[in-house]
């Protein structure tokens, strides 16, 4: 069983800037990565799947890389609506896996 | 536009049975896995369950197994997830969502269901 592990917890940034946000797997996922924003009080949004690629009508501030078990989203240019919570996810094995999430707050 | 939409939550005593449903537009609904993610108050994210399209291959994690089962009518375009068994931890927010081995694409606006006597 495959272990999502996200840091950090919570990010602090102010509007303008970048955020950085990590994930690790505890064995390799190869490329099969998502990350999720979720709003306070909304459903999770498909951000990135494929480790890098974006979902449909994600803008391109929004980036991901990394394969194997180290993973980042990178978010340039934070606007008001980025600050939400971020998960990970892999989807290489059964059981699906999530990160705990990354809490990206208004510096 | 991919809709997805849950009913079925309620509140129901520990070791009940629950029912959720999920009514789903706007793609062909054979062509996806269909999948249920749940979200305790305060916590993160965990699967649930799983799928196929044809509707002959399920999954669980170990939390539910034994306890939930999935099926799905692709002839209403429905998913079904039966919740037998259930435990104060099992209270959360529901989700529906088009997908399972390949991330999650669509979401629904989710259903709660609360555990307790």
């Known amino acids: 069983e495959k272990v999502m592990t996200q840091s950090p917890a919570t990010l602090s940034v102010s509007p303008g800037e970048r955020a950085t946000l990590s994930c690790r797997a505890s064995?390799?996922?190869?490329?099969?990565l998502a990350w999720y924003q979720q709003q306070p009080g909304q459903a999770p949004r498909l951000l990135i799947y494929g480790a890098s690629t974006r979902a449909t009508g994600v803008p391109a501030r929004f980036s991901g890389s990394g394969s194997g078990t180290e993973f980042t989203l990178t978010i340039s240019n934070l606007q008001s609506g980025d600050f939400a919570v971020y998960y990970c996810q892999q989807y290489t094995e059964w059981p699906l896996a999530f990160g705990g999430g990354t809490k990206v707050e208004i510096k | 536009e991919v809709q997805l939409l849950e009913s079925g939550g309620g509140l129901v005593q520990p070791g009940g049975s629950l029912r959720l449903s999920c009514a789903a537009s706007?793609?062909?609904?054979?062509?996806?896995?269909m999948s249920w993610v749940r979200q305790a108050p305060g916590k993160g994210l965990e699967w649930v369950s799983s799928i196929s399209g044809s509707g002959d291959i399920t999954y669980f994690p170990d939390s539910v197994k034994g306890r939930f089962t999935i099926s799905r009518d692709n002839s209403k375009n429905t998913v079904n997830l039966q919740m037998n068994s259930l435990r104060a931890e099992d209270t959360a927010v529901y989700y529906c969502?088009?997908?399972?081995?390949?991330?999650?694409?669509?979401w629904g606006q989710g259903t709660l269901v609360t555990v307790s006597s």
């Open positions: 706007g793609f062909t609904f054979t062509n996806y896995a």
């Open positions: 064995q390799s996922v190869g490329s099969h």
């Open positions: 969502a088009q997908g399972g081995g390949s991330g999650f694409d669509y």
